[in-house]
């Protein structure tokens, strides 16, 4: 869909107005709006996420290597968005959320960068997991990254749980493993009770994650999706927007 700058604007009172109306805005979130913070996406090409894909989970369990490889290329995606900072999008968000707009937003990303724009945590739901810190996959204890960095760097080794010896793992959902049953049952609550679903900056080819709006649309919500390139569910929103997030859901927050 092309938008020139009027019709662009056009388009973002038409979403403010939505926004204005609603009762209740669940918003879903891909990678889109990190990059705008600096954050890669996966898919792009030249990611740097192409030379440290993530290991699958089963190779993690398996191999004290695999795991030390896995922190390797944990610790060099972190470097190269270490400055990542929220962007007018998520702060945009989170106002929403903050003035009782919307009940919480469902994100594919890991960055946790919703929470640094002031999000509540238990207000964001977390479908991959969050890569911001670590835990044991025996006990659950969490471990703080610098912890485990320190650890790694001076020993080489894999780090394992303080209280447990578990393996200790981001705390990312990673390839293999299974998508996290509360997170996706309270994704699927806040759909089902919402009247305007709004998916920014993901390309909906990421099942299940991408069936929400798909089930916020059958349930009689609107379906707004904001994202730079068309997606497979352009069909069936009652809007979509082709631009830059920041730019779109910037000034909307203080519309409503």
């Not at 290329?73 to 400055?83: H, P, T, V």
């Not at 760097?153 to 749980?161: K, L, W």
């Not at 509360?182 to 993901?202: K, N, P």
Request: proline share 5%; hydrophobic share 40%; glycine share 10%.
């Amino acid at each position: 869909m092309r938008n020139d700058h009027e019709s662009l604007a056009g388009l973002t009172r038409e979403l403010a107005a939505m926004i204005a109306r609603a009762k209740s805005v669940v918003a879903f979130t891909g990678a889109g709006i990190s990059t705008e913070s600096g954050v890669p996406d996966f898919r792009s090409p030249g990611s740097p996420w192409l030379k440290n894909r993530p290991i699958d989970f089963q190779d993690f369990v398996a191999s004290e290597e695999a795991r030390r490889e896995a922190w390797r290329r944990k610790f060099a995606m972190d470097d190269i968005y270490a400055g990542a900072k929220p962007s007018a999008g998520h702060r945009a968000l989170a106002r929403l959320v903050a003035e009782g707009k919307s009940p919480g937003v469902i994100t594919q990303n890991i960055d946790g960068l919703h929470q640094a724009a002031g999000i509540p945590d238990e207000n964001v739901i977390e479908l991959h997991g969050n890569g911001t810190y670590a835990a044991c996959l025996s006990c659950g204890l969490r471990h703080e990254l610098a912890d485990v960095r320190r650890e790694f760097e001076s020993t080489g080794r894999a780090p394992v749980c303080t209280a447990c010896g578990g393996m200790v793992k981001s705390a990312t959902i990673s390839f293999g493993q299974a998508m996290p049953e509360l997170a996706m049952e309270r994704a699927r609550e806040l759909t089902l009770g919402c009247d305007l679903f709004l998916a920014i900056g993901s390309s909906l080819v990421v099942y299940p994650a991408a069936g929400f709006p798909v089930l916020a649309k059958r349930k009689g919500a609107r379906l707004v999706i904001v994202n730079r390139e068309p997606t497979e569910l352009d069909g069936m929103a009652d809007l979509v927007i082709a631009g830059e997030i920041g730019e779109v859901l910037g000034p909307l927050a203080a519309t409503h």
